[in-house]
């Protein structure tokens, strides 16, 4: 079976850096995703990793280690406009896409 | 158009009814997805098809059919609808189901209530 987990919900200060945990288990591996969804809109593609390391993208940056099943999504200098939920999707040896139930992040002033 | 389009946008349905909810791309992608998000349980994969002509059966398949005529359609059917198909489904696409770094684009979405 699948199992994605990732924070519900986390808090941030603008300006400040959050780093937003996901861990899995699932039958095969075929990397490993991460999507920005804004309230009442559709998820837009933020970071693709297949190989162990960091991947840097601007102020996002997503980290994955594979033995341990775990992946990282790392952002910096965070803006109000980074308000959303952010999804940690897996995909599996059949190459469907596993999607976590989301992390919600608050950015506060 | 550009990208995927989704219809309609909202729709609210009575119970038993059919309903056909339109998906068209115009990225030339081979593979097309179906998903419904709702709250506490993220997106789950309904059907999916790998390219024109096939189509397969994701994690919450049941009550619901697709068909892939040509490469830039994929429409969902609720043959019966029931509340608990009250959601709000995401068409996708990408450019080859079978690849491991290729991501997935998304509609906008369609916000479906069953009454």
């Known amino acids: 079976g699948q199992n994605i987990d990732q924070p519900t919900e986390m808090t941030a200060t603008e300006g400040a850096i959050v780093q937003i945990n996901c861990t899995y288990q699932t039958s095969g591996f075929n990397g490993l995703f991460w999507y920005q969804q804004h309230a009442g809109e559709a998820p837009t593609f933020l970071s693709y990793n297949v190989l162990d390391g960091l991947e840097e993208k601007g102020r996002f940056s997503s980290f994955l280690s594979r033995s341990k099943g775990y992946s990282y999504l790392l952002l910096k200098e965070l803006q109000m406009k980074d308000s959303a939920s952010y999804l940690c999707?897996?995909?599996?040896?059949?190459?469907?896409?596993?999607f976590g139930k989301g992390t919600s992040l608050l950015v506060t002033p | 158009i550009a990208g995927i389009t989704q219809a309609p946008t909202s729709q609210i349905l009575a119970a038993g009814r059919r309903m056909t909810l339109r998906c068209t791309q115009d990225?030339?992608?081979?593979?097309m997805y179906w998903y419904r998000q709702d709250l506490g349980l993220g997106l789950r994969l309904i059907h999916y098809s790998n390219t024109a002509g096939t189509t397969g059966k994701g994690e919450v398949p049941d009550g619901y059919s697709v068909s892939r005529a040509n490469t830039d359609d994929f429409p969902l059917t609720l043959a019966s609808a029931v509340p608990s198909q009250t959601s709000v489904y995401f068409c996708?696409?990408?450019?080859?189901?079978?690849?491991?770094?290729?991501?997935?684009?998304f509609g906008p979405g369609t916000r479906l209530t069953v009454l």
């Open positions: 996708a696409s990408s450019g080859d189901g079978t690849s491991g770094s290729d991501e997935q684009f």
């Open positions: 990225m030339r992608h081979n593979a």
């Open positions: 999707a897996v995909k599996d040896s059949g190459y469907a896409l596993n």
